[in-house]
């Protein structure tokens, strides 16, 4: 069946630096992939998407692009801030409509 | 700009006994969703609804589970006879223009 794989965390890092957080999937066919984050005491939120291979998706600095070739879909953001320290869901969907199946999570803490 | 709200925030039950778990979605979406994220695991998905039937469920989502719109507004999720190990954080969810949009959850603690 389809999973998503996220990279073991903690990752804690300084204001300014860069973040890298991967995800790797099994799926068949041709799903859709998302990145969510969940900031304490809330629930989760779309951050982006992708919904073919080579699609970049991008939002709030943060960027993620769909890599058929290598099944990934890995988040990036090139100055993070203390703002953004919450949970990062990587998740694997069809293109509508339908479950999402979700990555482990991985807990991103910025220091000032 | 429209949410799911859920309530309520935190339910606490005995083992054994009923629970409802209440979700309105927004008010466009036709179909819905409920999650559950058990402490420090993965989010799960439990059920999908569309047109007033279940349209997939997964392997947690046994007897013991229900789901209804009782009316135009309101979704929700019945645990007819709660365990220790339905103690999670529960998610409903609506979809609209292909992506699905969560509420704050409830936090479910069963002892």
């Known amino acids: 069946g389809d999973s998503v794989t996220q990279m073991e965390g903690p990752v804690t890092l300084s204001e300014e630096a860069f973040l890298t957080i991967n995800c790797t999937y099994t799926a068949t066919g041709y799903p859709s992939l998302f990145w969510y984050v969940q900031y304490p005491g809330e629930g989760l939120q779309l951050l982006l998407k992708?919904?073919?291979?080579?699609d970049k998706g991008s939002n709030k600095g943060f960027e993620a692009t769909y890599r058929k070739e290598t099944t990934s879909f890995h988040l990036e953001k090139g100055s993070v801030q203390v703002s953004d320290s919450a949970v990062y869901f990587c998740a694997l969907g069809g293109t509508s409509y339908g479950k999402l199946t979700f990555g482990q999570g991985t807990i991103l803490t910025v220091h000032p | 700009e429209p949410e799911v709200t859920q309530t309520p925030s935190h339910q606490v039950t005995q083992m054994g006994q009923e629970v409802i778990l209440h979700c309105v979605p927004i008010?466009?979406?036709?179909?819905f969703y409920w999650y559950r994220q058990i402490l420090g695991q993965k989010v799960e998905f439990l059920v999908s609804?569309?047109?007033?039937?279940?349209?997939?469920k997964s392997e947690i989502f046994d007897d013991q589970f229900s789901v209804e719109r009782p009316d135009g507004s309101n979704f929700t999720l019945k645990i007819r006879s709660t365990k220790l190990e339905d103690s999670a954080m529960y998610f409903c969810a609506s979809e609209g223009r292909g992506e699905q949009y969560f509420g704050p959850g409830t936090r479910l603690t069963v002892t």
């Open positions: 008010s466009n979406h036709l179909y």
């Open positions: 609804f569309y047109n007033n039937e279940i349209s997939e």
């Open positions: 992708a919904t073919k291979a080579d």
